[in-house]
């Protein structure tokens, strides 16, 4: 119990001093994102209702479709390309008819590809740690091929592969049938920098943001929202 507390202190300490050295650090943001306690705030406050359409990129657990879910009971899309992951997700909502798993994952191109397995932090973009095909899928292929309107709100956390998602939506114009983006961006991936900043000059063309949390989590609402 002692040695918890003094490591909590400690990390405190830490904290603060390092937020004080380097203020636009990410550790800076995230302790921000957490002080606002954003998972149950930011992410979960939308107009929606159980008319809803919602995409999950990147499900993982599926926790953030069941609070979703809970708060609106709207119709959920998952897309988790991890097996163990996707079954995890489909024996979690499988008496839920309103949630629906995919065991592949949305792109910006349609392939067979290797994934580094590290729980929640599960990528393409790494090469070291044990490996697994996954299949992708073309988000602009989907949408077309599902013959979808709208979506209400996408939430995308696919570690790296969000470039290349947003870069396929934007080209194909379908981002303006999304009316909420939230992301996360990762920098971890070559020029992440530049690339994520030329997104977010092309969203600003269609959409505003609402809260950003740079590379920690931000969300883009579409112009002129009907609410």
């Known amino acids: 119990m002692l040695l918890t507390k003094i490591k909590a202190y400690l990390n405190t300490k830490y904290t603060i001093i390092y937020r004080s050295v380097f203020p ?10 957490k002080k606002n306690k954003g998972d149950t705030t930011l992410r979960l406050n939308y107009p929606l209702s159980a008319s809803s359409l919602i995409f999950d990129v990147g499900g993982y657990e ?6 979703i879910y809970n708060r609106y009971q709207c119709q959920i899309h998952i897309f ?21 798993v995919y065991d592949f994952g949305l792109g910006g191109a349609n392939k067979n590809t290797k994934i ?15 490996k697994e095909i996954v299949n992708i899928i073309k988000i602009s292929d989907f949408i077309k091929n599902n013959n979808l309107e709208y979506i ?32 996360q961006f990762h920098n971890f991936v070559p020029n992440a920098k530049e690339r994520m900043e030329k997104i977010q000059n092309e969203l600003t063309k269609t959409h505003h943001l609402t809260y950003q949390y740079k590379f920690v989590w931000e969300n883009w609402e579409i112009n002129n929202i009907q609410k």
């Open 152 to 183: 209400d709100l996408m939430k995308i956390n696919i570690e790296g592969d969000e470039y290349d998602l947003l870069d396929d939506l934007i080209a194909s114009g379908l981002i303006t049938i999304v009316k909420n983006v939230q992301v």
């Open 62 to 67: 599926g926790q953030w479709a069941q609070n």
């Open 24 to 33: 636009d650090s990410r550790i800076a943001r995230v302790v921000d994102y």
């Open 116 to 130: 580094v397995l590290s729980q929640d932090g599960s990528s393409t973009q790494k090469t070291k740690g044990i």
């Open 80 to 100: 988790e390309p991890v097996k163990k992951f996707a079954e995890q997700i489909k024996h979690k909502f499988k008496d839920n008819q309103k949630i629906f």
